[in-house]
């Protein structure tokens, strides 16, 4: 009963890959966005910090536009700044597994990116030189 954990055929595991793949990007995509956002909350504290501590302030909660004073606003940036970067920190860990995962994948069913300059030296008459990688290995049959 092996079978049933292993993908069935060239296409499967092509499927499964790519979807790894997929996923990699998709977290590299959200580390970036709350990167943004850590870095925009820092500048809001940055410049907030030095005014009156009564001096009032404007804050978007939840699409409402709500009047506050500093001294109640800066203490929640703060707040939403180290949560944000606690699931930067957790979304890196996340990252490395899957590069992990991806790389054990990769070596079990023999799957590697052939980069651009390979393809060139291993057929210049092919138009092929516009990919960034191209998979060989397990699906390479299908072609």
Do not use: W
């Not at 595991?13 to 997929?22: A, D």
């Not at 990167?35 to 009564?54: W, Y």
């Not at 970067?85 to 054990?104: A, F, G, I, P, Q």
């Amino acid at each position: 009963m092996a079978s049933l954990r292993e993908p069935p055929n060239e296409q499967a595991i092509l499927n499964i890959y790519e979807s790894m793949r997929s996923e990699l990007s998709q977290i590299y995509s959200n580390i970036t966005d709350l990167e943004m956002q850590v870095s925009e909350h820092s500048l809001v504290v940055n410049a907030i910090q030095p005014l009156d501590q009564s001096r009032k302030c404007f804050r978007m909660i939840g699409g409402v536009l709500v009047e506050r004073t500093i001294k109640e606003v800066l203490p929640a940036v703060h707040r939403n700044k180290e949560g944000l970067e606690e699931v930067v920190r957790k979304l890196y860990e996340t990252l490395e597994k899957k590069k992990k995962d991806m790389t054990e994948f990769e070596g079990k069913y023999k799957i590697r990116l052939r980069k651009q300059d390979e393809s060139k030296e291993e057929g210049s008459n092919k138009k092929e030189g516009n990919a960034q990688g191209v998979l060989v290995g397990a699906a390479s049959a299908s072609q």
